[in-house]
């Protein structure tokens, strides 16, 4: 399972990193650094697109509320859904 994370502060990713490795946790690890990357990432577009960057589902986000390029509410006014394999329905 690919555990995504959502943070603008690449520190606090290098630490979840290492605390994940010191857990022995064995899950791939994908860092996304602000809001439009998330998306981006999450419905298989731009550099994430066709030919582009690998993007495999994540089964976990970890998702930092104040990034930048996402508005503060964004957690709560997105709606609900799940792209399964095919992102493009996202």
Known sequence: MTILMADDDKEDCRLSQEA?????????????YDGEELM?????RGEYGDGGRDAPEPGIILLDLNMPKMGRRW??????????RSRSSC
């Not at 994940?20 to 996304?32: A, C, P, T």
């Not at 981006?40 to 298989?44: A, F, K, P, T």
């Open 20 to 32: 994940l490795n010191d857990s022995r946790l064995l899950n791939e690890m994908r860092f996304v």
């Open 40 to 44: 981006d990432y999450l419905r298989g």
């Open 75 to 84: 957690p709560r006014s997105r709606p609900t859904q799940t792209c399964g």
